[in-house]
């Protein structure tokens, strides 16, 4: 999809605290999936020109290193101020780009902000321990150093938050950083990245390489990269981690998932239709925490269906700048012709599809990539659909006889990003919390997103790696320890 780069505006790299236009050969449309309107042009930058933002993090490294921690979190005092100034400016970007709708794109960047303010919390947050006489004479102690350079690469769905559950822990903690974002949705970050350079950070220790797979690539492969955080899609995700390990990186790589919610027949059936509609449709199913799978037991199969399915169809979907629009297109022509062909492998398979989203056609959208909600009751075990991760907006009604039989369908799931239940039962909600094979639980919550100052914790197929985006997890993932025994004493409890 090479483009004729004079009649768009061009994404550009930016490294060593300069704006740099990449001489790339190949350069991409970035479409508003709402309008299939291109609206600006984005390279596909090479392995050169991420070594050249690679080598400006190491030059700027030594100097943030010895930076007190206390001055390195100022510029991030500023960002914050300048993200809350510019929330809707920036809400815009996110929803012309990802299509998402407006309301929600302030809501990812309001996750966004929030890690922002917890790394503020560095100069406690980075602290070692130390205990006095570990033999008599002898003191030991255990602090925490950056790496160096780490790479933060993203995926499309979230372009306004991802970014920050690495960004703001790793410059914090001392490291300086290359990012390179969806080059599906580059525009976000380069206007965050405009408002980085207000903040005093100095040059080099923010970089940004705009493309693909050759970035990646460099990025996994330069021997000045201490550590990579990923988020995409599974397959990708154990590729980044295995090139990554294979040169001895530290890697943290977050997959994509199926999630299931189990629905209790004793639940509130009025709020968790809401919720779980919300949790399967918002951001048009394109969230890694989306719920994929419903599974009802005893009367809930009714009730819930019902419920759902009413709800499904009455969703408005659109432009997600339109006021009232409560869900927005998915992301590529691709994206949509995979998902309804998935929908149609699920009907083929013996599922019922009782609210269909295809072949959607939006008024002054004609041209948006669109699906509605869709709805799929009766999915057998054995469709390719049970452990396929759909990423649109589709769910799938299965229904188990008991607790037990559904606990055991998440078990047999290769992804364990997120499992949420919904009861009004204490020892149902227990039962299900100690035993459920997923990192992120929801009891009553549809979407169980960990606040910043939690570990962002899928499990399985959904992540490789050992230390979790966000909080304390992420100062353990860009730091390394070093534990320090000195003897200054006269006294000795050894004779020599
Ligand atoms: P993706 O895997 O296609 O792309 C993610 C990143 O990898 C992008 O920056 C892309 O340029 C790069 N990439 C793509 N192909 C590559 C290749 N062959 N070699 C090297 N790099 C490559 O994912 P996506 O479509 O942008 O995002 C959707 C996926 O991300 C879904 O699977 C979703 O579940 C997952 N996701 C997971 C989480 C989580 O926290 N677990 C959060 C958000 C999204």
């Known amino acids: 999809m090479a483009v004729t780069t004079a009649t768009r505006t061009k ?8 704006w740099v236009e990449s001489k790339a050969a190949e350069w991409r449309d970035i479409v508003n999936p709402a309008t299939s309107e291109a609206i600006a042009t984005t390279p596909l930058s090479s392995a050169a020109e991420t070594g050249a933002a690679i080598e400006a993090a190491a030059a700027a490294f030594p100097a943030w290193r010895r930076t007190p921690t206390e001055d390195r979190i100022q510029p991030l005092f500023k960002l914050k101020m300048l993200l809350e100034e510019h929330l809707d400016e920036l809400s815009r970007i996110i929803t012309l780009e990802n299509g998402k709708t407006f309301g929600e794109s302030k809501g990812e960047l309001r996750r966004a902000i929030e890690n922002v303010e917890v790394s503020c919390g560095m100069p406690t947050m980075m602290q070692g321990y130390l205990l006095e006489d570990v033999a008599r004479g002898i003191d030991e102690f255990m602090i925490r150093q950056p790496l160096g350079v780490v790479a933060v ?7 306004g938050m991802i970014p920050f559950w690495f960004l703001p822990y790793a410059i914090a903690t001392g490291n300086t950083l290359v990012l390179k974002p969806s080059e599906r949705v580059p525009l976000t970050m380069q206007r965050v990245f405009q408002l980085l350079e207000q ?14 797979k050759d970035v990646v690539d460099a990025l996994l492969d330069h021997p000045k990269v201490r550590a990579v955080s990923f988020v995409g899609s599974s397959p990708i995700a154990k590729y980044v981690y295995a090139r990554a390990a294979a040169s001895g990186k530290r890697a943290q790589c977050q997959g994509g998932a199926k999630n ?19 949790s399967a449709f918002g951001c048009a199913g394109q969230r890694c925490l989306a719920v994929s799978v419903a599974l009802t037991i005893g009367e809930a199969q009714k009730t819930f269906r019902d419920s759902i399915a009413e709800a499904a169809a009455s969703l408005r979907v659109g432009n997600g700048l339109e006021e009232g629009v409560q869900m927005g297109p998915v992301i590529t022509p691709q994206s949509k012709t995979r998902i309804e062909s998935l929908i149609a492998k699920g009907e083929k398979d ?3 599809v009782i609210v269909d989203g295809r072949n959607t056609k939006i008024p002054k959208c004609e041209a ?10 009766g999915v057998p075990a054995t469709s390719e659909l049970t452990d ?3 990423f649109g907006p589709v769910l799938s009604l299965v229904h188990a006889r008991d607790m037990t039989e559904a606990l055991a369908i998440l078990e047999r799931s290769p992804f364990g990003n997120q499992a949420s239940l919904f009861t009004s039962s204490g020892s149902a909600a227990r039962r299900f919390r100690y035993e459920a094979p997923a990192g992120n639980i929801g009891i009553n919550i549809g979407v169980a997103a960990p606040m910043a100052y939690f570990p962002f914790t899928g499990w399985k197929g959904s992540f490789f790696g050992d230390m979790h985006a966000q909080g304390r997890d992420a100062v ?9 025994i000195e003897r200054w004493g006269e006294e000795h409890s050894r004779k020599f």
Do not use: R
Request: glycine letters at 12%; hydrophobic letters at 40%; proline letters at 7%.
């Open 153 to 159: 690469i993203t995926p499309f769905n979230f372009p």
């Open 388 to 390: 396929t991760e759909i």
């Open 260 to 278: 299931h919610v189990i629905v209790l027949p004793d639940a509130d059936m009025k709020t968790a239709t809401q919720i779980i509609g919300d």
């Open 476 to 484: 353990e993932f860009y730091t390394d320890k070093k534990v320090v």
């Open 350 to 352: 013996g599922a019922k």
């Open 11 to 18: 994404v550009l790299n930016y490294v060593g605290g300069s």
């Open 199 to 212: 903040t005093g950070l100095p040059k080099g220790v923010v970089n940004l390489v705009n493309g693909g």
């Open 368 to 377: 948006g990539h669109f699906v509605k909600p869709t709805i799929l009751d």
